[in-house]
């Protein structure tokens, strides 16, 4: 059935009918227009993920940057290699070791953000009617990736403790009685975006060991991992089965977004198809962003960094929990994240998150409803809350906009 909207845009696009089918799941988001007024600064956003940089060493960066054009000016602006700077992949093998992972710099490709990486990924295996298994709720921007290729998102429940062994299998063996074809397992095992939660050691035993038995590869997607607020980073998923799990890295929480830099670290024939998929997309991934993230590497005490932004969005993440338990009316849940930047608040019986929205944006709070994070139009009674940028006294004060317009939408 043709929408309004459908009808409006075809009006407004002559070139409607000259479209690739795939762009039929290419749509603006239904809450984009939102998120411009959102953004305006009288309006406290807890929608969007970016990470709070301001703690970022810019004398250091700069210098390192300076170096870097003086010393190696013209390899920095120049081609590279498809797969990346063999110095960076080296030492992104450093950073993966933090979790476990012994890996070798040739298995490394690098990418434009991890998303790019999804995007390869899901290019090199997805054929149209291909099922990607996904944990409920999943990343927004993936399941953007996979519609965009015509792969259908099955989704798998999770629990406190991540995704439940026994929904992955039953979800498997519904889609093989089906008839179908499963490419690969999605997964964000640490502080989940958007669920918050994190999957435990056993849980990822029981995973790795249903998906090996099933025959059905990994991706491992995992910006967030050193960004625990306590002990140690968890073992990864790749650092137990290297030949069923490729693993997807980032610089963009850990460092800064805007270098563009992420990874994917794969079996070895895997990693080959990935380099091909690369260079028909971009050539080489930016050579100067490469060179610039190695040299902060090697300048910079990058731990210690990553252990200031660990501290600092705890402080944000307490200040979220406290607001919450403080000012939320009665029938409202939350979980309580060990790292990265969310929370997933469960609303009451019969509040729709999105109908919500607007009202919301009007009472200067935002957030991201439930269904932006499912393929299936679930999620309604639930939302995606962000404590990373926002300062902890605003955090507050987002949560008692939000409260207040969840006692109205209570009463209607
Ligand atoms: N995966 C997940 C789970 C994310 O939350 C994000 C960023 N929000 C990405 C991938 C993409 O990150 P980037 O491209 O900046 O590395």
Not at 136 to 162: I, T
Not at 223 to 231: A, E, I, K
Not at 376 to 405: H, K
């Amino acid at each position: 059935m043709t929408s309004d909207v459908q009808r409006t845009h075809a009006r407004l696009d002559s070139f409607v009918d000259r479209y690739a089918a795939r762009t039929a799941g290419m749509t603006a988001s239904e809450i984009r227009a939102l998120f411009s007024v959102a953004s305006r600064p009288e309006v406290v956003s807890l929608a969007g993920g970016m990470p709070n940089i301001s703690g970022l060493p810019l004398d250091v960066v700069g210098s390192a940057i300076g170096d870097l054009v003086a010393e190696q000016g013209t390899v920095a602006m120049q081609y590279g290699s498809g797969q990346g700077v063999p110095a960076l992949r080296e030492q992104i093998t450093d950073v993966m070791r933090l979790e476990g992972i012994d890996a070798h710099a040739d298995d490394v490709v690098v990418t434009v953000g991890s998303q790019q990486a999804v995007d390869l990924v899901t290019r090199v295996f997805c054929d149209p009617g291909d099922v990607v298994i996904c944990e409920a709720p999943s990343y927004v921007g993936a399941l953007g990736v996979f519609r965009a290729y015509q792969a259908e998102v099955v989704h798998a429940e999770m629990d406190a403790d991540g995704l439940v062994p026994e929904a992955l299998q039953q979800a498997i063996t519904a889609v093989k009685a089906a008839g179908r074809t499963i490419k690969f397992l999605y997964t964000i095992p640490n502080f989940h975006n958007p669920a918050g939660v994190t999957m435990s050691a056993e849980r990822r035993r029981q995973v790795l060991e249903i998906c090996q038995r099933e025959g059905v590869l990994v991706l491992e997607d995992n910006p967030y991992g050193l960004l625990g607020f306590s002990g140690e980073p968890m073992r990864a998923l790749r650092a137990d089965d290297p030949d069923n799990v490729i693993y997807l890295g980032s610089f963009s929480k850990t460092f800064a977004p805007g270098f563009r830099v992420g990874w994917a670290l794969a079996p070895h024939p895997v990693r080959e198809k990935l380099v091909l998929a690369q260079e028909s997309s971009t050539l080489c991934p930016p050579q100067f962003s490469q060179m610039a993230v190695s040299a902060y590497l090697a300048a910079h005490d990058w731990q210690g960094q990553i252990k200031q932004f660990r501290e600092m969005y705890r402080e944000r993440r307490d200040a979220m929990i406290d607001a919450l338990e403080d000012l939320l009316p009665a029938g409202c849940s939350w979980n309580v994240p060990e790292g990265g930047f969310y929370v997933w608040l469960t609303l009451p019986p019969g509040v729709d998150a999105k109908a919500m929205l607007p009202r919301a944006v009007t009472a200067r709070v935002a957030y991201v409803p439930g269904t932006a994070f499912y393929a299936d139009g679930f999620g309604s009674s639930a939302m995606r809350l962000s404590f990373c940028y926002p300062t902890p006294e605003r955090i507050r004060e987002g949560v008692r906009r939000l409260a207040g317009v969840l006692e109205t939408e209570m009463e209607l």
